[in-house]
Protein backbone atom coordinates (compact mmCIF):
# COMPACT_ATOMS: atom_id res chain seq x y z
CA UNK A 1 0.00 0.00 0.00
CA UNK A 2 1.65 3.29 -1.14
CA UNK A 3 2.29 5.71 1.35
CA UNK A 4 1.23 9.36 1.43
CA UNK A 5 3.30 11.44 -1.20
CA UNK A 6 4.68 14.58 -1.17
CA UNK A 7 6.40 16.90 -3.74
CA UNK A 8 8.36 18.43 -4.08
CA UNK A 9 11.10 17.40 -1.57
CA UNK A 10 12.73 20.13 -1.60
CA UNK A 11 11.81 24.21 -2.78
CA UNK A 12 14.12 27.39 -2.83
CA UNK A 13 11.66 30.67 -3.65
CA UNK A 14 12.16 34.17 -3.17
CA UNK A 15 10.50 36.60 -0.81
CA UNK A 16 7.16 37.73 -2.81
CA UNK A 17 7.02 34.59 -5.24
CA UNK A 18 4.14 32.24 -4.50
CA UNK A 19 4.72 28.37 -4.18
CA UNK A 20 2.18 25.22 -4.47
CA UNK A 21 2.83 22.03 -3.05
CA UNK A 22 1.31 18.71 -3.59
CA UNK A 23 0.01 15.99 -1.44
CA UNK A 24 -1.37 12.61 -2.72
CA UNK A 25 -2.89 10.48 0.16
CA UNK A 26 -3.32 6.34 0.93
CA UNK A 27 -5.74 5.53 -1.13
CA UNK A 28 -8.61 5.97 0.48
CA UNK A 29 -8.45 7.92 2.53
CA UNK A 30 -10.63 10.78 2.13
CA UNK A 31 -9.17 13.22 4.98
CA UNK A 32 -6.26 15.42 4.32
CA UNK A 33 -4.71 17.61 6.84
CA UNK A 34 -1.45 20.04 6.53
CA UNK A 35 0.91 21.34 8.94
CA UNK A 36 3.74 23.48 9.35
CA UNK A 37 7.11 22.17 11.37
CA UNK A 38 9.54 25.24 12.18
CA UNK A 39 12.40 24.96 15.04
CA UNK A 40 10.85 27.79 16.99
CA UNK A 41 7.43 27.16 16.72
CA UNK A 42 6.72 23.59 16.56
CA UNK A 43 3.85 21.57 14.83
CA UNK A 44 1.14 23.70 13.42
CA UNK A 45 -2.08 22.90 12.23
CA UNK A 46 -2.73 24.63 8.96
CA UNK A 47 -5.65 22.96 7.57
CA UNK A 48 -7.87 20.12 7.23
CA UNK A 49 -10.17 18.58 3.55
CA UNK A 50 -12.39 16.17 3.52
CA UNK A 51 -14.64 15.51 0.74
CA UNK A 52 -13.26 18.30 -1.43
CA UNK A 53 -14.62 20.63 1.66
CA UNK A 54 -12.56 22.37 4.05
CA UNK A 55 -13.64 21.20 7.87
CA UNK A 56 -10.83 23.14 9.72
CA UNK A 57 -8.75 25.66 9.88
CA UNK A 58 -5.90 26.84 11.70
CA UNK A 59 -4.63 30.00 13.03
CA UNK A 60 -2.92 31.00 9.84
CA UNK A 61 -3.21 34.20 7.83
CA UNK A 62 -5.04 34.20 4.26
CA UNK A 63 -1.81 34.00 2.48
CA UNK A 64 -1.94 29.95 3.29
CA UNK A 65 -4.99 28.80 1.31
CA UNK A 66 -5.56 24.86 -0.09
CA UNK A 67 -7.43 22.50 -1.95
CA UNK A 68 -8.81 18.92 -2.20
CA UNK A 69 -9.58 17.36 -5.73
CA UNK A 70 -12.20 14.93 -6.32
CA UNK A 71 -9.50 11.84 -6.22
CA UNK A 72 -8.53 13.10 -2.54
CA UNK A 73 -5.43 14.79 -3.76
CA UNK A 74 -4.48 17.90 -2.02
CA UNK A 75 -2.35 20.92 -3.06
CA UNK A 76 -1.53 23.61 -0.56
CA UNK A 77 -0.73 27.42 -1.99
CA UNK A 78 1.15 30.34 -0.49
CA UNK A 79 1.42 33.41 -1.64
CA UNK A 80 3.58 36.40 -0.96
CA UNK A 81 6.02 34.34 0.34
CA UNK A 82 8.01 35.64 3.14
CA UNK A 83 10.85 34.63 5.20
CA UNK A 84 9.08 33.11 8.27
CA UNK A 85 7.61 30.85 6.19
CA UNK A 86 10.76 28.75 5.67
CA UNK A 87 9.41 25.42 7.31
CA UNK A 88 8.70 21.78 6.58
CA UNK A 89 5.51 21.30 5.47
CA UNK A 90 4.05 17.95 6.28
CA UNK A 91 0.64 16.72 4.64
CA UNK A 92 -1.52 14.04 6.80
CA UNK A 93 -4.15 11.50 5.48
CA UNK A 94 -6.69 9.81 7.36
CA UNK A 95 -9.34 7.57 6.80
CA UNK A 96 -11.41 10.43 8.29
CA UNK A 97 -12.56 9.33 11.93
CA UNK A 98 -11.76 11.35 15.22
CA UNK A 99 -9.88 8.15 16.89
CA UNK A 100 -7.78 7.42 13.45
CA UNK A 101 -3.92 8.53 13.81
CA UNK A 102 -2.97 10.41 11.06
CA UNK A 103 -0.02 9.11 7.84
CA UNK A 104 2.13 11.44 7.39
CA UNK A 105 4.24 12.14 4.18
CA UNK A 106 7.72 13.11 4.21
CA UNK A 107 7.47 16.57 3.60
CA UNK A 108 8.55 19.77 1.74
CA UNK A 109 11.40 21.61 2.65
CA UNK A 110 10.64 25.01 1.83
CA UNK A 111 13.22 27.87 2.08
CA UNK A 112 12.76 30.94 1.07
CA UNK A 113 15.84 33.73 0.42
CA UNK B 1 -7.73 24.98 24.93
CA UNK B 2 -6.37 21.73 24.13
CA UNK B 3 -2.94 20.98 25.00
CA UNK B 4 0.09 18.40 25.45
CA UNK B 5 3.20 19.44 27.78
CA UNK B 6 5.74 17.14 27.06
CA UNK B 7 9.27 17.07 29.11
CA UNK B 8 12.41 19.02 27.79
CA UNK B 9 15.05 17.70 25.95
CA UNK B 10 17.33 16.60 24.70
CA UNK B 11 17.37 13.13 26.58
CA UNK B 12 20.68 11.14 26.35
CA UNK B 13 20.71 7.21 27.12
CA UNK B 14 22.98 4.16 26.58
CA UNK B 15 21.95 1.22 24.99
CA UNK B 16 19.92 -1.32 26.84
CA UNK B 17 18.61 2.48 28.96
CA UNK B 18 14.97 2.17 30.41
CA UNK B 19 13.41 5.38 28.74
CA UNK B 20 10.30 7.10 29.89
CA UNK B 21 9.50 10.36 28.43
CA UNK B 22 6.43 12.48 29.94
CA UNK B 23 3.34 14.21 28.78
CA UNK B 24 0.59 15.64 29.98
CA UNK B 25 -2.69 17.05 27.96
CA UNK B 26 -5.48 19.23 28.65
CA UNK B 27 -8.17 18.69 26.93
CA UNK B 28 -12.50 19.23 26.90
CA UNK B 29 -14.44 15.53 26.08
CA UNK B 30 -12.43 12.03 25.30
CA UNK B 31 -9.12 13.02 23.20
CA UNK B 32 -7.15 9.60 21.53
CA UNK B 33 -3.46 10.07 22.33
CA UNK B 34 -1.21 9.54 19.95
CA UNK B 35 3.01 9.11 20.11
CA UNK B 36 4.89 9.94 16.77
CA UNK B 37 8.77 9.85 16.06
CA UNK B 38 10.63 11.63 13.84
CA UNK B 39 13.83 10.63 12.32
CA UNK B 40 16.16 13.02 10.48
CA UNK B 41 15.04 14.39 7.25
CA UNK B 42 11.68 12.58 7.86
CA UNK B 43 8.30 13.02 8.12
CA UNK B 44 6.48 11.44 11.38
CA UNK B 45 5.57 8.18 12.00
CA UNK B 46 2.83 6.97 14.05
CA UNK B 47 4.40 5.09 16.92
CA UNK B 48 1.40 3.93 19.39
CA UNK B 49 -1.57 5.62 20.14
CA UNK B 50 -5.01 4.87 22.91
CA UNK B 51 -8.45 6.25 22.09
CA UNK B 52 -9.74 5.88 25.66
CA UNK B 53 -8.91 5.94 29.58
CA UNK B 54 -7.20 2.83 30.86
CA UNK B 55 -5.93 1.84 26.93
CA UNK B 56 -2.01 0.80 26.76
CA UNK B 57 -0.94 1.74 22.91
CA UNK B 58 1.86 -0.12 22.44
CA UNK B 59 4.46 -0.85 19.16
CA UNK B 60 8.34 -1.77 18.25
CA UNK B 61 8.60 -2.18 22.87
CA UNK B 62 7.23 1.32 23.71
CA UNK B 63 4.30 1.70 25.54
CA UNK B 64 1.67 4.46 26.70
CA UNK B 65 -1.18 3.97 29.29
CA UNK B 66 -3.83 6.63 28.52
CA UNK B 67 -4.30 7.49 32.21
CA UNK B 68 -7.39 10.19 32.12
CA UNK B 69 -6.58 10.73 36.50
CA UNK B 70 -4.23 12.21 35.99
CA UNK B 71 -4.78 13.10 32.59
CA UNK B 72 -0.93 11.48 31.57
CA UNK B 73 0.63 9.32 28.57
CA UNK B 74 3.78 8.37 29.06
CA UNK B 75 6.16 6.91 26.82
CA UNK B 76 8.02 4.07 28.18
CA UNK B 77 10.47 1.31 26.39
CA UNK B 78 13.05 -1.08 28.81
CA UNK B 79 15.59 -1.45 26.87
CA UNK B 80 16.70 1.07 24.41
CA UNK B 81 18.92 0.88 20.67
CA UNK B 82 20.95 3.72 18.89
CA UNK B 83 18.04 2.68 16.57
CA UNK B 84 16.01 4.55 18.70
CA UNK B 85 17.84 7.91 18.23
CA UNK B 86 14.92 9.99 17.29
CA UNK B 87 12.88 13.06 17.83
CA UNK B 88 9.08 11.97 20.05
CA UNK B 89 6.26 13.59 19.74
CA UNK B 90 3.03 13.53 21.77
CA UNK B 91 -0.18 14.21 20.23
CA UNK B 92 -4.07 14.23 20.93
CA UNK B 93 -6.88 14.77 19.08
CA UNK B 94 -9.93 15.47 20.22
CA UNK B 95 -13.49 13.90 18.60
CA UNK B 96 -15.92 15.07 16.33
CA UNK B 97 -15.24 15.81 12.86
CA UNK B 98 -13.60 18.84 13.43
CA UNK B 99 -10.62 17.56 15.43
CA UNK B 100 -7.32 18.34 14.19
CA UNK B 101 -4.00 16.48 15.46
CA UNK B 102 -2.69 19.33 18.65
CA UNK B 103 1.59 18.54 18.98
CA UNK B 104 3.87 18.82 22.36
CA UNK B 105 7.29 20.52 21.35
CA UNK B 106 8.91 17.19 20.75
CA UNK B 107 11.72 15.29 22.59
CA UNK B 108 15.11 14.34 20.91
CA UNK B 109 16.46 10.86 22.00
CA UNK B 110 19.95 10.09 21.53
CA UNK B 111 21.02 6.87 22.29
CA UNK B 112 24.43 6.19 22.77
CA UNK B 113 26.42 2.54 21.84
Known amino acids: KAGVTQTPRYLIKTRGQQVTLSCSPISGHRSVSWYQQTPGQGLQFLFEYFSETQRNKGNFPGRFSGRQFSNSRSEMNVSTLELGDSALYLCASSPGDAHHGYTFGSGTRLTVV | GNSVTQMEGPVTLSEEAFLTINCTYT??????LFWYVQYPGEGLQLLLKATKADDKGSNKGFEATYRKETTSFHLEKGSVQVSDSAVYFC????????????FGKGTKLSVKP
Open chain 2, 91 to 102: ALRNGGSQGNLI
Open chain 2, 27 to 32: ATGYPS
